[in-house]
Nanobody, 116 residues
Framework: QVQLVESGGGLVQAGGSLRLSCAAS????????MGWYRQAPGKQRELVAV???????VYADSVKGRFTISRDNAKNTVYLQMGSLKPEDTAVYYC??????????WGQGTQVTVSS
């Protein structure tokens, strides 16, 4: 069993920045990649960014150049630094991970609201 807890969401004006954190606990051995997803009102949940245990990253086209994903393996924590925020970034952001051949684990989500 793996528990994921997100934090750092909130209200921000367009053009601003926000940093999200996700701390993993429990049976965390064998965890490899970790990622961030988001779900906006009326839309499907979508991938934002993923990072491997070795630091390799992949970003959705919509956030490239604006968001940065990173991790601290010693703290079992993954971060999402969000800059140049737009109203269309408004969504609930979820942390995600999985073990090899196992089901995904999800955090409870943290709300990010960007106003214009």
């Amino acid at each position: 069993q793996v528990q994921l807890v997100e934090s750092g969401g909130g209200l921000v004006q367009a053009g601003g920045s926000l940093r999200l954190s996700c701390a993993a606990s429990g049976s965390i051995s064998s965890i490899n990649a970790m990622g961030w997803y988001r779900q906006a009102p009326g839309k499907q949940r979508e991938l934002v960014a993923v990072i491997s245990s070795g630091g390799t990253t992949v970003y959705a086209d919509s956030v490239k150049g604006r968001f940065t994903i990173s991790r601290d393996n010693a703290k079992n924590t993954v971060y999402l630094q969000m800059g140049s925020l737009k109203p269309e970034d408004t969504a609930v952001y979820y942390c995600n991970t999985k073990k090899p051949l196992g089901p995904p684990y999800w955090g409870q989500g943290t709300q990010v609201t960007v106003s214009s």
